[in-house]
Every structure is written in C-alpha cells, then in structure tokens.
C-alpha cells in the first residue's frame, strides 16, 4: 500500500514567510510523528500525536513552530516567520502501536526547507 | 543531545565485501533500531533487535546488542551497490515516552561497483 507521503518536497522561502508543510499517514495508522534533521546529523524529535492528540510538542524548538492533525489523518507543521536556522529536511512519520510494544515508524520522503 | 553514536562516521569498500557499523548508546533501552537513507529518499526501517536479543538476523543483515558495553553492530554481508546510504541507529526514550526515538548521527557506507 502506499507509504507516508510528504509536500511539498522541496520548499524555498524568504525570510520572515510563513511556511506550512503537511504529512499524509498510512492509512489506518494512529501514531504521527514529526522530526528535523540538519545536514550530516540525525532526525531530532519534534512533535507526536495520537490520533488528532498532540501528546508531545516538547521537541518543537520555539513557538512559532505548531503543529495540528485536526481529524486524526492528515497533519500539518507550520513555521511562522521563518530564519534561515529553520533550513533542514522535516520528516514526517506514522505508526500502528499495539500494547506494550515500541512499533515501527515509517518514514516519508521528507521536506527540504530552505529559508534565504 | 543525540543517544547513539554510530562509528565509523564513514566507510568504503569494495562490492561484495562485508560492511560493519557500529552504535554506541549512554542510557539503558528495551530496544534498539536500524535505519537506512539514501540519497532522496525517506528513512527506512532495517531491523529491531530487543534488549534481551543479543543477535539478529534478517537477510544480508546481521544486528548483535551487547547491553553490558552499550553497543550494537550492523553486519552487511556480500554488500552491493545499492547498499551505498546512511546508516543510523536509533533508542526509543525509557518511560512513558518510548515514541521518541532519539537517533545517532550516523554512518556514510559506498559501495564501490
């Protein structure tokens, strides 16, 4: 079936824009995540949701980054006036946890913000 | 801060040729990941090896966890060309939070055709 997918792909923006990218899930998975990965590092945690539940925003790196998953599918990470710090790829993931057990999270593509 | 830290940070070898990587963690897990990225694409899930494993097997890959050294290693076995990506390891956090995988910086593995 299809995997998570993620737009836009690429995004370049001006400083001080507004900029939203959205995740779409596997279908029928209830677990979103979303992280930041700088150049040459690791993905860093940003936020998860249960269903349309923000359970965790403490990896969000200020406030202007939010998050939203309004009906429980489909999720979008909005920036506010960004700088060029914000420029990194953002990743979106999902998973279908089941009692007592870490699941899986699959990844999408990525979006790749560049902030000028 | 980043939990694993895998080593070599790069790594060459010739097609055909054996790949090993190696992770280091600082905390105590119940489990440990490994994922793969390659150029333009997203990250994918290798394997899951738990913290009372000590080996794994899945294909070309073999995972070992030795939770008394805070390691795990990723053995590529009879590598190719598409092996060529980055390899990261990754802890979910202890507790309730166990969601949140904290990932390592990873490794830059080629394969030479």
């Not at chain 1, 945690?45 to 429980?72: H, I, M, V, W």
């Not at chain 2, 076995?77 to 956090?93: E, L």
């Not at chain 2, 939070?97 to 910086?105: A, D």
Request: one cysteine or more.
């Amino acid at each position: 079936g299809a995997g998570v997918s993620q737009s836009p792909r690429y995004k370049v923006t001006k400083r001080g824009q507004d900029v939203a990218l959205r995740c779409d899930p596997i279908s029928g998975h209830v677990s979103l995540y979303w992280y930041r990965q700088a150049l040459g590092q690791g993905p860093e945690f940003l936020t998860y949701f249960n269903y349309e539940a923000q359970q965790d925003k403490s990896g969000l790196p200020n406030d202007r980054f939010s998050a939203e998953r309004p009906e429980g599918s489909i999720s979008t990470l909005t920036i506010q006036r960004t700088e060029q710090r914000d420029s990194a790829m953002y990743r979106c993931a999902s998973s279908l946890p089941r009692p007592g057990s870490t699941d899986t999270q699959y990844f999408g593509p990525g979006t790749r913000l560049t902030v000028l | 801060s980043q939990q694993g830290e895998e080593d070599p940070q790069a790594l060459s070898i010739q097609e055909g040729e054996n790949a090993t990587m190696n992770c280091s963690y600082k905390t105590s897990i119940n489990n440990l990941q490994w994922y793969r990225q390659n150029s333009g694409r997203g990250l994918v899930h290798l394997i899951l090896i738990r913290s009372n494993e000590r080996e794994k097997h899945s294909g070309r890959l073999r995972v070992t966890l030795d939770t008394s050294k805070k390691s795990s290693s990723l053995l590529i076995t009879a590598s190719r060309a598409a092996d060529t990506a980055s390899y990261f390891c990754a802890t979910p956090n202890s507790g309730g939070s166990n969601y949140k995988l904290t990932f390592g910086k990873g490794t830059l593995l080629t394969v030479n055709p």
